[in-house]
Nanobody, 117 residues
Framework: QVQLVESGGGLVQAGGSLRLSCAASGSISSINVMAWYRQAPGKQREWVATIRRVGTINYVDSVKGRFTISRDNAKNTVNLQMNNLKPEDTALYYC?????????????WGQGTQVRT
């Protein structure tokens, strides 16, 4: 089994910054895609950013130039540096990872960390 635990959420003024982290633990052989999603109150979950093991990075247009995703393969972690935060960034942020446990690939989610701007 694989567990993902996010941290780093909180309350910040508009224009401020937060850094989210997500650590994976358990039966992990390799992790391909690491991603962040968010869900604002009354809205559907939205993809925010993705980083692949080979280094390819993509962002939703609304966060380009403000958010930076990074990963540490040795520690099985993914981070999201969020700068110049706006009220519309308020949401529950989830990390997502595509993990190979040595036998099969699986998709895993964290429990979410709240960001309020």
């Amino acid at each position: 089994q694989v567990q993902l635990v996010e941290s780093g959420g909180g309350l910040v003024q508009a224009g401020g910054s937060l850094r989210l982290s997500c650590a994976a633990s358990g039966s992990i052989s390799s992790i391909n895609v690491m991603a962040w999603y968010r869900q604002a109150p009354g809205k559907q979950r939205e993809w925010v950013a993705t980083i692949r093991r080979v280094g390819t990075i993509n962002y939703v247009d609304s966060v380009k130039g403000r958010f930076t995703i990074s990963r540490d393969n040795a520690k099985n972690t993914v981070n999201l540096q969020m700068n110049n935060l706006k009220p519309e960034d308020t949401a529950l942020y989830y990390c997502n990872m595509n993990v190979f446990n040595g036998y099969s690939w699986g998709d895993y989610w964290g429990q979410g960390t709240q960001v309020r701007t």
